[in-house]
């Protein structure tokens, strides 16, 4: 492959080209490509746009799949594999699609935009009387992406997404913008690198969106250099979802295992228990805003959600936040505990036991149990019983 494009605010990587080895953002032109060179396209317009739309700050990479000539003249395999890396790579695919069943059908376009209708980074636009859109629109509408009608406007809503750019270099290009901007991801990275690890690779499985549409779970089929190892280890996916805080409520007792612990059951669809519910600490995450999130905050909500009782923030105490099942999640469990008064303790056993954030699908019924009813009962899992004996120890 060549490196012929030089370095700008806009940075132009061509069919065949290898990309920067850093950007702000990158931002891939798919849609049907001319194979005739009677055809003209359409990308090159697009390119011009992008460099007066482009504000920055940084560099935008713009990935286009065809050589500056126009056309593809390397090999069909040589094609699809760079079309494929620079898809991965891309922060937003601008699916523009100016359909012309003589002259542009657009039929592979068909196949890329099933693969990344509902990857949280796609954008669909087409002129009104393009036609065959119907279906494609539609998957914009389920999936919640943006759609236009010029190829300005289209640009425009990719541009949105994904500004402003967050810097990224080397195997950190992978991680596309909607993952590097989430915490949990930036979390679990830096303790990697921390340990002297290096990212070589990453390549996004799927995406789950949250409610404002940001990724909420997701996974990713890493390779990292494990420092200490001396080797490249390629074979895991990394799960990830906001870190969460739980609240161990409890009353004492003169013998620990009477110890009155507040539980919460839920019905989870993941659930093998006997019930089918999970029976768990109070807790859960708050997706961050335009600041970071606050641990103990989130746990005096998620406390007064799932169970009604509303406390002081002065009044929890904090055991720290680790992971609770690091072979199979990277997220981390912010660990908080208050002790109650029987009035607080005969309040929530006479009061309603139903709650949560209907909207959410979210129902908990508030359970009072013991210490030893806790470590004895089999549908309690081994996370929340180590978290209840971390605050009580």
Known sequence: ???????????????????????????????????????????????????????????LAVFVPETQAGG?????????????????LSDVIVFWVPRDLATL?????????????????AVLGAPPDAPGLRYLRHYAQVHGVPVAGTLAATLLAALAAITPGQRRAQAHRRLPLPLWRDAAVRTWLAAQEGAGNRLRSARV??????????????AAHVAV??????????????LGRPDISVVVAYLPAPRTADTKIVLVREFRSGAVTTD???????????????????PLA??????????????????????????????????????FSVELTEAELDGLAAGPREHGV?????????????????????DVDWGTAGLVTTALR
């Open 1 to 59: 492959m060549s490196t012929l494009y030089e370095p700008t605010e806009v940075a132009v990587v061509y069919a065949g080209m290898e990309p920067p080895e850093w950007w702000d953002a990158a931002l891939f032109l798919a849609g049907p490509t001319p194979r005739s060179p009677d055809v003209a396209s359409w990308r090159p317009q697009a390119v011009e746009l992008l460099r007066e739309l482009w504000q920055g700050p940084g560099r």
């Open 72 to 88: 593809m003249p390397h090999g069909w395999d040589a094609q699809v594999a760079w079309e494929d890396a620079g898809l991965h």
């Open 105 to 121: 059908p657009g039929f592979t376009t068909n196949v890329e935009w099933g693969r990344w209708e509902g990857s949280g980074r």
């Open 205 to 218: 499985a799927w995406t789950w969106p949250g409610p404002d549409g940001r990724p909420f779970f997701w």
């Open 225 to 238: 250099e494990v420092a200490a190892e001396g080797r490249i280890k390629d074979n895991e996916v990394v």
């Open 276 to 294: 089918g519910y999970v029976h768990e600490l109070p807790g859960g995450s708050t997706r961050p805003g335009t600041g970071p999130v606050d």
């Open 298 to 335: 989130t746990a005096v909500a998620e406390l007064a959600e799932e169970t009604g009782l509303r406390v002081a923030p002065a009044r929890l105490r904090p055991h720290g936040a680790r992971q609770v099942a690091a072979t199979l999640s990277a997220h981390r469990v912010h660990l």
């Open 358 to 378: 209907t909207a959410d699908g979210e129902r908990t019924t508030v359970e009072i149990t013991t210490y030893g009813e806790l470590l004895a009962c089999p």
